[in-house]
Nanobody, 125 residues
Framework: VQLQASGGGLVQAGGSLRLSCAASGRDFANYAAAWFRQAPGKEREFVAAIGWKGAPTYYADSLRGRFIISKDNAKNMVYLEMDSLKPEDTAVYYC???????????????????WGQGTQVTVSS
């Protein structure tokens, strides 16, 4: 599976962005997916995860209610809708995919086997 993230850019605080992750491989429909982000000087952190058929979904506690993850298996796509963006959301956002979605460890990077190259999101104040 190869992943290509896109949709990042510069947005003002309070604005919205929709990130996309295009996956190659016929088997992607059977994969769980996730988004992580990494701000300058910080570790990569979990944002959201989704099961192979579009459910269940999990979110970082601090982002729940502002971000929505979705998966379109017919198009081999994963999306991240981000609303009410804040300057602290500035980071490189990565999509990831894995064979299973752990109910406990969904937020850990080692749960995912494939990673995209990242897309930059910058939120200005």
């Amino acid at each position: 599976v190869q992943l290509q993230a896109s949709g990042g850019g510069l947005v003002q605080a309070g604005g919205s962005l929709r990130l996309s992750c295009a996956a190659s491989g016929r088997d992607f429909a059977n994969y769980a997916a996730a988004w992580f982000r990494q701000a300058p000087g910080k570790e990569r952190e979990f944002v959201a995860a989704i099961g192979w058929k579009g459910a269940p979904t999990y979110y970082a506690d601090s982002l729940r209610g502002r971000f929505i993850i979705s998966k379109d298996n017919a198009k081999n796509m994963v999306y991240l809708e981000m609303d009410s963006l804040k300057p602290e959301d500035t980071a490189v956002y990565y999509c990831a995919a894995g064979r299973t979605l752990s109910l406990v460890y969904y937020g850990q990077r080692d749960q995912y086997d494939y990673w995209g190259q990242g897309t930059q999101v910058t939120v200005s104040s």
